[in-house]
DNA sequence: CGTATGATTGACGCCGTTCAAACCACGTGG
DNA sequence: CCACGTGGTTTGAACGGCGTCAATCATACG
C-alpha cells in the first residue's frame, strides 16, 4: 500500500496518509472483522454508504444491474485490496463475498480518523478500472479469459496451482461474455496445454505454460 | 466540482479540500493556460508526471497503446474537466489535443498548494471508468454509439446541436469498435430520426429525439 | 435412485470485422 | 477551369466468432 503517487511532495497529500498512525486509539474507526458465508451481502445499490472495507480473506465481487436486469461485475477484490469508496454518500453499486470471507470496514466515525490512504485507494481501482477497460476492448473470448486466469495467477504469486473461487457465471459477467464462451474458451486453454483445471467445479487452476498464457493475453 | 463524497466529515478528508484558499499565494501551483492545437500531444507514456491539468476550452483524450501497436481511448476530457491525475511518478498514458484547445496545469510545487480536492478528481475519473465499462460490455455497435451521443449531448446540455470534435477513428477507438461500425450506426441513427449529421466531416450532430437516443442506450 | 446445480458440448443464426471500393469536400498544379 | 491527389467518411460483400437454444455430463444431496 505504501505506493508513491504523483504531487506526492504537496502538504495536502502529505497529510493524507497517516498509516496506522491513530490506529488504536479511544475512538478507532477500525471495527472488527467481518465474516461472511459464500454470496453473502455487503451492501447493496441505494444503502447509505458509511465505511470502506479491506479484505482479509476470499473475495468479494462488486457489481451492477443495468436497467434490463443483466449483472455486469465490475470488479472481484482479493486478499489486501479495499472497496467500498464512492463519490457520493450513496451506494452506486452491489458488494457480495464470492466464497466464504473475511472483511474489515474502516467507518467514518466523527472525530475518528481513517488509518488509510484514501487517494491511493482510489488511483489504485481507477488503474484496474482502465486496465479492465483495455482487457475487455481487446476483442477476442480467449483473450479475456486468459487476462482473467494471469490476473488471478498475478493474486498468487509463486503458486502455479490456485482456486479462483469465481463460477463461470461470475467470469462471464465479469468479462462481459457468455457462461458458454467461457468454458469453451477455458477448454482451448487446456487443449494448448496452457493449464488443467481441477476441483468438483473445475475452479482449481494449475498453470502449466505461464509464459504461453501471457503471450495469449498481448 | 464540490460534490461532497462519502467519509467526508472524518479530519483528514477534511484537509483536502482548500479550494482556491491558497490559490494566488506568492508560489502558486497554478500555471499559465497552455494553448494546444489539434493533434498535439500534451504528455507521453513513460514521462515524469509532474502536473495535473484542467480543460478550459476544447477536448482532450487520453489513450494508451497496446504492445499490438493499437490505439485505445480511455476517456475524452471536456470543458472543467480534470485529467493527468496517475498512481505513480510516472505516466502510463499518452494525453493529445483533440482539437484546438486550451488547458490549465497545476503543477506540484515544493510548498505550493494544489487548489483542487484530489480525491474527488480520482474518484470522478473512476466513476467514469467504471461507467464506460457498463457501456462498453453492453454490446451492440449501435448501442455503445447511442451512449457516446449521449455522453457528448451531455457537455452540451440545452443545445439540440453540437459538434463532436472527434473523428470516426477516435470514436472507434473509444468505443472499441471499427471505424466502419461507427459510421454503419451513424446511418442507422439517422434512418430512425434520431439525429441529423452536419459540416464537411459529418461531426456537427442535431438532436431530433433525444428520447428515442436515451431509450436506446438501455 | 431421482433431483438439482453447475459445467461442458453441439448446431445454427446474427452481428461486427475485414477487405475493398466509392464518395465527398477541399486542396494543388497544369 | 479541369484534372488530380488527399484525408476522412460511407457503403458493399464475404467471412468468422460469439450468442442463443438445447442437450449432455459430473457431482452432490435428499
New binding site residues.
Given amino acids: 500500500m505504501g505506493a508513491t503517487h504523483m504531487l506526492q511532495d504537496n502538504a495536502i497529500v502529505k497529510h493524507m496518509a497517516v498509516p496506522g498512525q491513530h490506529y488504536g486509539a479511544a475512538e478507532s474507526a477500525k471495527d472488527h472483522t467481518i465474516r461472511l458465508k459464500a454470496d453473502e451481502t455487503i451492501y447493496s445499490e441505494g444503502e447509505y454508504a458509511f465505511a470502506i472495507y479491506q479484505v482479509e480473506a476470499g473475495a468479494v465481487r462488486i457489481y451492477r444491474l443495468t436497467p434490463s436486469g443483466q449483472r455486469y461485475i465490475l470488479s472481484f477484490c482479493g486478499k489486501g485490496e479495499w472497496f467500498g469508496l464512492e463519490t457520493g454518500n450513496v451506494r452506486t453499486d452491489f458488494a457480495e463475498a464470492v466464497c466464504d470471507a473475511r472483511i474489515t470496514p474502516f467507518r467514518a466515525n466523527r472525530n475518528a480518523v481513517v488509518p488509510v490512504d484514501l487517494l491511493n485507494i482510489a488511483l489504485t481501482n481507477l488503474a484496474k478500472a482502465q486496465h479492465k477497460q483495455l482487457v475487455i476492448t481487446e ?4 483473450k479475456r479469459v486468459a487476462a482473467f486466469v494471469h490476473e488471478m495467477a498475478d493474486g498468487h504469486p509463486g503458486d502455479c496451482e490456485f482456486d479462483m473461487m469465481m ?3 461470475d467470469i462471464a459477467d465479469y468479462l462481459g ?5 467461457v ?2 474458451c ?2 482451448k486453454l487446456r487443449e494448448k496445454r496452457i493449464l488443467c ?1 481441477k476441483g ?4 482449481v487452476v494449475r498453470l502449466l505454460d505461464r509464459d504461453a498464457l501471457i503471450s495469449l493475453t498481448i
Avoid at 476483442?139 to 480467449?142: E, M, R, T, V
Avoid at 468438483?200 to 475452479?203: I, V
Fill in positions: 476483442q477476442s473470448a480467449l463460477s463461470r457465471s461474455i457468455t457462461v458458454e464462451t468454458a469453451r477455458f477448454t483445471l468438483r467445479l473445475q475452479r
